[in-house]
């Protein structure tokens, strides 16, 4: 249908008709488009990793040990492994498509899990080469509500029994738990929408898993049942989880807010420690020598006597630090979220940068039995061996 408008260049403008047929279409062509987006949605929690020649350069936060393999985990479901001190790599048949964050293989054997995104765990008897889904985070949202449930019926119980002395306390302890119960079921609601950071197993069969708002999860059969003892934690903020570890047959457990706690009998009681740093903890490492804490903008911390007492590590840089490791010597090599790595005196008081650049911000990090070291972070696989950096720590 011709306008009564011209153009710019005096030429009649050619306008379509607008009726029902058109309007139709474009009608049609909008439902498709919301159909197909609908028909190509793939729940990342049931769909398959996609196999990926880049997925060593991918986003990778956790490496670790099976024998003489190396695994790392990442973005998108990425599972890796190298037999050649990392050397080459290739990926391994992984059921979900989440952010991975935490990788263990106790005691460098051939069974391992994974920890991650949308409250996933992961199990592998093959050592790492094939992965299956032991948990994810609808079922990690209704342990914490059995838990909380439990633990409120509990208090109620001896509420009753209470002598008059007691009860002010116990009916403020009811009250604290009936709120993290509603909590809890608030979560559950909305659905698998919590990660978990941190994955350590003792053994085969003992091993903990923690995450943000005080959620911590533990199995005695290797991940085939999974209860929760955070009740019992001593976490009136709800602060986030970020590492748990077992040091010297005790587990430490440590997150925001200073947040540090121990636990000498398996996670059944908690003692909450004080540390001078009231900042995140992400990373934590030690033996009968001693334990470090290390967190944002270059806090760390240490103790001598399994964290009764903690004092300030002297640090040269204020980049927040990632993650820790004993190395043979006895120090502690630490990485940060910088292109550099850091290590400890012998005394475990101060830790100094070294010279040698990893190139990428890095995540966590593994010693190749080749002297190589091995980091994964921003960018994937870093690995380098260089004669100034091994002399400084090796």
Known sequence: MWSDKTDDMGNWVWLP????????????????????????????????AINSSLASNSLLLDI??????????????????????????????????????????????QAGWAAGHAGIVLFSSDAG????????????????????????????????SASKEERGRLQAELEELEFQLSDAMGFAEEGPSRALFDICFRNELEGYAVGPFGMIIQTLDGGK??????????????????????????????????????SFDGGKSWERLETPYNGTFFGLTGDA??????????????????????????????????SAMIISDGRILVSQYAKSLMVSNNARTRLSALSWVAGKSVSSFVLGHDGSLITVGVGGVTRIIDPDFSAKVN
């Open 225 to 262: 049942t999974w209860t929760s003892e955070a009740p019992s934690i001593d976490n009136p903020d709800a602060s986030h989880f970020m590492a748990i570890t077992f040091i010297d047959n005790t587990l430490f457990l440590a997150g925001e807010k200073g947040f540090i706690s121990r």
């Open 289 to 322: 020598s001693g334990i470090m804490l290390v967190g944002l903008r270059g806090n760390a911390v240490v103790s001598f006597d399994r964290g009764k007492s903690w004092s300030t590590v002297k640090t040269e840089q204020k980049t927040t630090m990632s």
């Open 129 to 160: 080469k094939t992965w299956v889904k032991q948990l994810d985070g609808r079922q990690v949202n209704q342990i914490l509500v059995d838990a909380y449930k439990t633990a409120v019926s509990e208090k109620k119980d001896h509420l009753g």
């Open 17 to 48: 008709r607008t009726g029902g047929k058109l309007k139709a279409c474009m009608l049609l062509v909008i439902m498709l488009a919301f159909c197909t987006n609908v028909w190509a949605f793939e729940d990342p929690m049931e769909s398959t």
């Open 64 to 109: 670790t040990f099976s024998g003489d393999r190396i695994i790392a985990v990442g973005e998108m479901g990425h599972i890796i492994y190298s037999d050649d001190n990392g050397q080459s790599w290739q990926q391994a048949d992984v059921p979900v498509r989440v952010l991975l964050t935490s990788v263990v293989f106790p005691g460098g054997g």
